[in-house]
């Protein structure tokens, strides 16, 4: 995530740019003399048309194309399956692909709701947990806004926001652009501007599993079991359980030690995780590897993670 928190604290440079346009238009002007038709001595003249265009309007759109201010790089892209087996669930996403590094993730919820989250640093000025989400398009009419809870669990820490499935932002991403969107107020916002190509094909892969308009792929029947030979000598049979579940779950047998982990969110491959005894225990799977991570379930402790690469044997 460090990507996004840089986006948070970087200043554009095309305010600059703007400051130093209208500079140049304005010494040209006064050097020149004013034209035939200029106002009589005395009069306003008005505002230079840089100056002007530079103010901020209610639409982030225009305040972009005035001020600018930062684009997510094109290694991000958008991504969606409808897909729920033992393994993966629906999910919706803006992340650089083969790696965890995500600034976006939607999941279906309850009710026909869509939960996204937004993995971007708090502003300095946020009081509480609590922020705005502004969010419009190239295309749009009006600025949508929507309350965001900011939810720090440790390794994904980010803004939560809780939509229906129809919600009107879904529908604007697929028709357009560019995306503009805003957490947050005043000088202290996070303002970004994202491409939207491939949002609209992830998102007719994504939505239908939530909304249930489309029946997703339902979990096999038999548990699908793997075992995994690990860089400590160790061996780690995973179970991923076949259920009727919202959420997938992952039993691991470690030793004489078993622990069942539900499914959370991943960027990329899938993610598994739960506490138990004060411990944090996370299983991450790709492909034919997969990956344990212990540590502290206490935030306030200063412990090191222990990280455990294994492969499938």
Known sequence: MSGAAEWAMRRSPHRAAAALAAGVMWLTTACSGPPEDSAPAGEASGTP?????????????FEWSANGFEQIEARYQWSGSGVRDDVFEPNFSLSVPETDDVIWSSACAAGGKVETRL??????????????????????????????????DGQYDGFAIVQSASDPMFTEMKQGQWAYIQIGEGSDATKLRVSLDKAARSLNAFLPACSGTAKAAQPASATVTASYVCEDGRTIVASYLGNDSATAVVRLAIGEEVLLLPQAVSGSGARYETKVAGKTYQWLTKAEQGTLIV???????????????????
């Open 119 to 152: 993995y971007l640093a708090p502003p300095k000025g946020m009081q509480g947990n609590r922020a705005t989400f502004r969010f419009e398009t190239d295309s749009s009419a009006t600025t949508l806004v929507y309350p965001a809870r900011y939810v720090a």
């Open 295 to 313: 540590g502290s379930a206490d935030d306030a402790l200063d412990g090191a993670e222990q990280i455990t690469n294994c492969g499938a044997g």
């Open 49 to 61: 048309a840089a100056i002007a265009e530079a103010e901020p309007g209610t639409s982030l759109a």
